[in-house]
């Protein structure tokens, strides 16, 4: 299996098969598996919600222009009438979501994920939650086209989370309520004005 990453990608030899219909759609087969970067969950649910940073939004651009490109090629064997590039952009939904704060990507779960922590042991999908910081392997493997537009399929099939590292140079004690301990300056003082108090019987 060739995996591409966001620094390395070759989109060059990307193919996409002829559309068969699959119930009420029509499927283009293609093969193309995509390892992140770090990124940061938004929603975890019936499907994975991801922040992206700007190398996997420039990746993911990248991998939906080369698409359109390839839609608009094999449009006549694949279609009834040849479309142009500007025509496979109009049906084309992009794999990412961009709104005012961030850009999102939605990602279905594969049936065979499998999910890893730091040390290689596998954890359950439960061990996700918003906030946290993973890395995924996406794979891309058909294109779906409906009635009026094509989107492409993203599956994540193995995860990888990152632990957050403690900033250790901020106070991270939890204080204790019940501690009546209070460190002032004081301290010194009463210690000496006990030592003061003690007499030492000489010896005669």
């Known amino acids: 299996m060739n995996i591409h990453n966001c620094d390395k990608l070759n989109i060059n030899d990307l193919e996409l098969g002829k559309p068969t219909k699959v119930d009420d759609v029509y499927v283009s087969n293609i093969n193309f598996v995509l390892q992140t970067p770090k990124l940061l969950i938004s929603k975890v649910s019936k499907k994975i919600t ?42 084309y939904k992009s794999s990412i979501k961009v709104s005012k704060n961030d850009t999102k990507m939605s990602l279905s779960i594969s049936k065979k994920l499998s999910i890893f ?13 918003p906030g946290d910081i993973i890395i995924c392997l996406l794979k891309c493997k058909k294109i779906i086209f409906y009635k009026s537009h094509c989107e492409p399929l993203w599956e994540v099939v193995q995860i990888k989370l990152k632990e957050v590292e403690l900033n250790t140079k901020s106070y991270l004690f ?27 019987k000489e010896i005669e």
């Open 50 to 91: 991801v922040i992206l940073d700007e190398k996997m939004e420039n990746a993911l651009n990248q991998f939906d222009n080369k698409v359109i490109s390839l839609i608009s090629k094999n449009s006549e064997e694949f279609f009834e009438n040849k479309m142009e590039i500007e025509d496979a952009e109009e049906i």
């Open 174 to 200: 939890i204080e204790d309520p019940n501690d009546t301990y209070n460190d002032n300056d004081n301290d010194s003082d009463s210690e000496d004005t006990c030592i003061k108090k003690i007499k030492i």
């Open 117 to 129: 922590n730091k040390h290689k042991e596998e954890l359950n999908l439960d061990s996700l939650e």
